[in-house]
């Protein structure tokens, strides 16, 4: 790939169907979160960089290495202005890389430490998205996160909440944290309530555990797409299952790479799955924890997986037909995803 198509690449529409909110809050933020909430900084200027607190590097071992820098934001977003503020700027970061729609998740129970409940987080993330949507110009959604390790009992509460706002900014409910300590198979009976109530289901598996993860998401718990879902190389029966299902992977590369799902770019699987007629998705995960954004993670797969314009291309239209939006709304998706395509000659 050459300069004038790595310019492209930026122009390329985009979509973000995986993108966490407290993995993905700019630094200076929570600068300013912390002066005016009064907290302390575990830093000695006022100036240093906060960026070496928030994002993970090669040295990173597991998922659970991962998991542990998110312990630093979460502290700084337990209010409604601060939900606000950070999703407002999940939207602008997305329009930097051309996202015309993105679905940011998050887990409602950890923003509950300082008096907001499960719902207000989800109202006040939902204001926050829809103030970016107007400044920005992309449409956003929300994912509602149930946290591996909490109880059935939480989970319940968070799924009734995120119930409430299905379809005034809620798109789906999701199950996320530590998959190598905690089976999907844990919170069937959550599962089983979202079902019950229609709500869309993704689940992250196939990242930190195994294929079997997978099947079980998708045969047990309803899971309409999947998160990740690297490891299916493991199990040829799962990836006849993924494909024969039409189960979208929402695969985020960098990430997969930092928290070894997988070995390398060079043994990393996407190219495969899609010869395979699997429908891949490409996403952030984590833009700040992971150090990524729409326009990387594009950039990666054209230098380390041989990407092509026109193969990139097909990524944001497969996000498009996997995007938890009714008909109608998708309609328009792809609508504007082929019009943006048409201007660049895709
Ligand atoms: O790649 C991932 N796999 C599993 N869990 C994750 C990943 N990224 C973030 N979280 C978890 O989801 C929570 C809510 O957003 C985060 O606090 C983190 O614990
Ligand atoms: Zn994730």
């Given at each position: 790939?050459?300069?004038?198509?790595?310019e492209?690449i930026?122009?390329?529409?985009?979509?973000?169907?995986h993108?966490h909110?407290?993995?993905?809050v700019?630094p200076d933020?929570?600068?300013?979160l912390a002066?005016s909430?009064?907290?302390?900084?575990?830093?000695?200027?006022?100036?240093?960089?906060l960026?070496?607190?928030?994002?993970?590097?090669?040295s990173?071992?597991?998922l659970?290495e991962?998991?542990s820098?998110?312990?630093?934001?979460?502290p700084?977003?337990q209010?409604?202005?601060?939900?606000e503020?950070i999703?407002?700027e999940?939207v602008e970061q997305?329009?930097?890389?051309?996202c015309?729609y993105?679905?940011v998740?998050?887990?409602?129970?950890?923003?509950?430490?300082?008096g907001?409940?499960?719902?207000d987080?989800?109202k006040h993330?939902i204001a926050?998205?829809?103030?970016?949507?107007?400044m920005?110009?992309?449409?956003?959604?929300?994912?509602v996160?149930?946290?591996?390790?909490d109880?059935?009992?939480?989970n319940?509460?968070?799924i009734?909440?995120?119930?409430?706002?299905?379809g005034k900014?809620?798109?789906?409910?999701?199950l996320?944290?530590d998959?190598a300590?905690?089976?999907?198979?844990?919170?069937?009976?959550?599962?089983e309530r979202?079902s019950?109530?229609?709500?869309?289901?993704t689940?992250?598996?196939?990242?930190a555990?195994?294929?079997n993860?997978?099947?079980?998401a998708?045969t047990?718990?309803?899971?309409a797409?999947i998160?990740?879902?690297?490891?299916?190389t493991e199990?040829?029966?799962?990836m006849e299952?993924v494909?024969?299902?039409?189960?979208?992977?929402?695969?985020c590369?960098?990430?997969?790479?930092?928290?070894?799902?997988?070995?390398?770019?060079?043994?990393y699987?996407?190219?495969?799955?899609m010869?395979?007629?699997?429908?891949?998705?490409v996403?952030?995960?984590n833009?700040?924890?992971?150090?990524?954004?729409?326009?990387?993670?594009?950039?990666?797969?054209?230098?380390?997986?041989g990407?092509?314009?026109?193969e990139?291309?097909?990524?944001?239209r497969n996000?498009?037909?996997?995007?938890f939006?009714?008909?109608e709304?998708?309609?328009?998706?792809r609508?504007a995803?082929q019009q943006?395509?048409?201007?660049l000659g895709?």
């Amino acid at each position: 790939m050459n300069q004038a198509q790595y310019e492209q690449i930026k122009l390329l529409p985009k979509i973000d169907l995986h993108v966490h909110l407290d993995g993905s809050v700019k630094p200076d933020t929570i600068r300013d979160l912390a002066k005016s909430q009064g907290k302390a900084l575990p830093v000695a200027s006022e100036n240093d960089d906060l960026t070496p607190w928030m994002q993970i590097d090669e040295s990173c071992t597991s998922l659970v290495e991962y998991l542990s820098k998110f312990n630093f934001v979460l502290p700084f977003m337990q209010t409604a202005e601060s939900l606000e503020r950070i999703a407002e700027e999940i939207v602008e970061q997305a329009a930097a890389s051309n996202c015309l729609y993105v679905e940011v998740r998050f887990a409602p129970i950890l923003h509950t430490l300082e008096g907001l409940s499960a719902s207000d987080a989800i109202k006040h993330t939902i204001a926050g998205l829809r103030r970016g949507e107007q400044m920005f110009d992309v449409k956003a959604r929300v994912i509602v996160i149930c946290m591996r390790h909490d109880s059935i009992e939480n989970n319940l509460e968070v799924i009734d909440a995120a119930r409430d706002y299905y379809g005034k900014g809620v798109a789906a409910v999701d199950l996320a944290g530590d998959e190598a300590g905690f089976p999907p198979g844990l919170h069937r009976e959550v599962f089983e309530r979202a079902s019950k109530y229609n709500l869309p289901i993704t689940i992250h598996a196939g990242e930190a555990g195994g294929s079997n993860n997978v099947r079980e998401a998708i045969t047990e718990l309803g899971a309409a797409r999947i998160g990740h879902g690297v490891r299916i190389t493991e199990d040829p029966s799962v990836m006849e299952l993924v494909k024969s299902t039409r189960t979208p992977l929402e695969m985020c590369p960098v990430s997969n790479i930092q928290t070894k799902a997988v070995s390398g770019w060079d043994t990393y699987p996407i190219r495969r799955f899609m010869e395979e007629g699997i429908l891949v998705t490409v996403n952030t995960d984590n833009m700040t924890v992971s150090g990524t954004t729409m326009n990387l993670e594009f950039e990666m797969l054209a230098e380390h997986c041989g990407f092509t314009l026109e193969e990139l291309a097909q990524l944001t239209r497969n996000s498009a037909e996997a995007a938890f939006l009714s008909e109608e709304e998708k309609s328009e998706l792809r609508e504007a995803v082929q019009q943006a395509l048409q201007k660049l000659g895709l």
